[in-house]
Structure formats: C-alpha cells, structure tokens
Nanobody, 131 residues
Framework: QVQLVESGGGLVQPGGSLRLSCTAS????????VAWFRQAPGKEREGVSC????????HYADSGEGRFTISRDNTRNTVYLQMNSLKPEDTAVYFC????????????????????????WGQGTQVTVSS
C-alpha cells in the first residue's frame, strides 16, 4: 500500500520538544521533495518546512525558523521534523507531503504556499502545546 504515515505528535508543555516522523511505505521517499504542513482549528493549512530530495537543502517558514529542523534518513525511508521551544500557537495537526520533482531553492517558499502540488499526503498527527 502506497502511503505516508506521520507519527510523533502528542501533548507537550510550552518550551518542550517533539520529533515528528513521516514514513513512506510502498515507495521510496529518498529522492522526493518532502514538506511539512500544519492546520490549526479554524485556520488554513500553512507550510512549515521542506527538504529537497536532490541535495537535502531545506527551507523554513517564519513560524518555525530557528526552532524547527527538518531532516531525512533515507535508510529508514523517513523525514523528520524536530520541533523545539514549542509554543501554544504551534498546536495543530501536522501533515507531511511528498512530490517526485526537483525544484530550485528559490521555489521552496512557493511549495510551502497554496500553489504547491504534491503526489502524496499523510493523514496527519496532532500536536498540542499546552500547560
């Protein structure tokens, strides 16, 4: 079965950390462009971070810059999102998405925006930041 599965979400106190995983089954994630998105209740989906399958270059939305780190482990067919210094406003369902294309880094912000199209989406994992 071809799918992306997110895991690692949960309840964490402000200032805490979580590491989300996005694992592919039925296909190789290694060369794919992968992004993390999130959607909070009543809000539109927003891009968080992305990573190139070509050279591993990364990009972060302002919301996660300096606090989040995206990485990939091709031996585990997984992309991670390490989230530190979490804030209540980070509370959302986090999704990963993948597309089998290569983009110049100048295009990464567009891929995190509403115009990016992806071949695969996961079902999401809930992250709640609360004391």
């Amino acid at each position: 079965q071809v799918q992306l599965v997110e895991s690692g979400g949960g309840l964490v106190q402000p200032g805490g950390s979580l590491r989300l995983s996005c694992t592919a089954s039925g296909f190789s994630l290694g060369d794919l462009f992968v992004a993390w998105f999130r959607q909070a209740p009543g809000k539109e989906r927003e891009g968080v971070s992305c990573i190139s399958g070509f050279d591993g270059s990364t990009h972060y939305a302002d919301s996660g810059e300096g606090r989040f780190t995206i990485s990939r482990d091709n031996t585990r067919n997984t992309v991670y999102l390490q989230m530190n210094s979490l804030k209540p406003e980070d509370t959302a369902v986090y999704f990963c998405a993948a597309v089998d294309e290569t983009f110049p880094s100048s295009y990464f912000s567009k891929m995190l925006g509403g115009t990016g199209t992806y071949d695969y989406w996961g079902q999401g994992t809930q992250v709640t930041v609360s004391s």
